[in-house]
């Protein structure tokens, strides 16, 4: 239904900015059917975590870990949900993932029900 596509991740020094970029692709419906748009990340041997979240509606939240420093924002006629990250310290260090939640939605009488996608990740890498 949805693709999604992640860039802008590589090495930085410990202070630096990245903008990571998450394009999404699909028929119109299903496109037009995306609320929650987000970013994960997973560091090796750890647990995939919730970064930054917004709705539709353009409500934000973000995992103390990253408040202040990280902002998610999203273009709907771009298709793309980014997130800008500033002041980045090594423990920022992961793969970062980007993440789509939408409701269901009907294409003439076939229902297509609440579907969730995910991107390939980007490397995000914070030298000290």
């Known amino acids: 239904q949805v693709q999604l596509v992640e860039s802008g991740g590589g090495l930085v020094q410990a202070g630096g900015s990245l903008r990571l970029s998450c394009v999404a692709s699909?028929?119109?419906?299903?496109?037009?059917?995306?609320?929650?748009m987000r970013w994960y990340r997973q560091a090796p041997g750890k647990q995939r975590d919730l970064v930054a979240q917004?709705?539709?509606?353009?409500?934000?939240n973000y995992a103390d870990s990253v408040k202040g420093r990280f902002t998610i924002s999203r273009d709907n006629a771009k298709k793309t949900v980014y997130l800008q990250m500033n002041s980045l310290k090594p423990e920022d260090t992961a793969v970062y993932y980007c993440?789509?939640?939408?409701?269901?939605?009907?294409?003439?009488?076939?229902?297509?029900?609440?579907?969730?996608?995910w991107g390939q990740g980007t490397q995000v890498t914070v030298s000290s």
């Open positions: 917004i709705t539709s509606g353009g409500s934000t």
């Open positions: 699909g028929s119109s419906s299903s496109i037009n059917a995306i609320d929650s």
């Open positions: 993440n789509v939640q939408g409701a269901g939605y009907y294409i003439g009488r076939t229902y297509y029900p609440d579907f969730g996608a």
